[in-house]
């Protein structure tokens, strides 16, 4: 019995990922539309892209090697991986013992990596160009989230989410290290920013190649191979959100298996993460995009927030 | 920042304030709506230009405005050929031009649209007969559909994309 409601549960997350990735990134689309002065398209239209694409005959280039066709499932994949070792609804994920919240970081890094190699694959210029700013971003964004991290880790006294999460939910809105946990917030809503490909660091509805960070690997990208690449671009946003939501407001998620719990537990999932993607569209609109070597200073400014979150927590221990 | 929120949350939605269509002047064939089938929902367009005059590059880019707002038919502008369902092609096909529109037509995955979209990619219009012209975009791809014009309007286009968003063709044609 226990173990049918821990698989249920498990198919329950990896539905609820998949399914709602392309339904955030619906509300991010509307919100700019509506802040442009547009009706922009419906919130369902990302289901309708995914599924024409899967209907389309990919085209591949005859200067690939197996990574271009390998990385669209590696990176797919690892994202959803990543998804399920995190809490979503529920506080205590079934998958917990599978990885504690270093192996979620590196699994998002591992799709990172191929989809770095996939856009150098093809061997165009503005695949690489793409790939060589990726690795920018990606090893800058990397010290600043693993501080942010530890810095809650400290405060929860242990590195595994499900315990942070559970800790922190159980404590009905009371913050055990405020300073620490608002700069590691702070931190960890800059490199969301930079890790997914939003506004200040990289233009998701650019259509201009120099411009380009995570769009210029995709270029080459066509058909399903395309569907699964945009797929996991929403779902790691969504991972991030829901990290965000999680660890800094776990209020309202369930903290047991019983049904009331988890169904408000959802409901005041599904609100919150929509709240952040609403809250993304208006950054997004607010701000323009940074020129390419001022992101360094921005995920500095990260860095530095994460690591006054470890000296706070150090100094006011009491 | 926080002004141009302000400015845009005042001004609210100015989609759909533009005169209305005169009617195409070739009506949509029967198979081209057969073929746009999959693209009801969602189409994508790559825009070919092989040596316009750039009037109708003009007249697409207002499609993409907040007046005309193409998107909420959920009709995205791509930066490449291989994301793409249909091709919008402008301008008579020049020598220089030629090789490219055929490797982009190549590079489009099936099931895939060809629209030429104003006179020259129909039949040339004012170049016809340049020693720098090869022809109409019809001599080196299949075209689908034609939205004639110089340039047409875009509320032309924009009719001529819902005629393709057809559940059922007219029953009078």
Redesign the interface.
Known sequence: MYAMVQLVLIVVQFVMLLALAPFIVGVIRKVK??????????LL?PY??L??LF?????RSSTTSWIFTAAPYIVFASTVAAGLLMPVFLSHTPLNFAGNIIALVYLLALGTFFLILAGLDAGSAFGGMGSSREAIVATLAEPAMMLSILAIALTAGSTNLSTIVHQSALLEGVVLAPPAHLMALAAMFIVTLAETGRVPVDNPA????LT?IH?AM??????RY?ALMEWAAGIKLLVFLTLIVNVFAPWGIATSVAPLALVTGTAVYVVKVAGLAVVIG?IE???AKLRLFRVPELLGAAFILALLALVFFYTLRG | ??R??KK??A??????QYPAAKAPSEPVSREAIEKAK??R??L?IREVDTGSCNACEMEMNALAN?VY?V????V?????P??T?ALVVTGPVTVNMERALKDAYK?????KLVIALGDCAINCGVFKGSYAVTGPVERHIPVDVRIAGCPPRPAEILAVLGELRKDRPNSDR
């Open positions: 539309a509506r802040l442009q002065c547009r009706r922009g398209a419906g239209q309708a892209d599924a024409k209907r389309k005959q990919p085209v650019t259509h201009l190649e380009m769009e995709l270029l080459e990208y066509s058909g395309l208006v609109s607010m701000f | 920042m926080f141009i929120i845009s949350l001004t609210g939605v100015v989609t759909g999959p693209f929902r969602s994508t907040p707002d998107e909420r038919f959920g995205h502008i791509a930066a490449s291989r994301h369902d590079q489009t995955p099936d099931p």
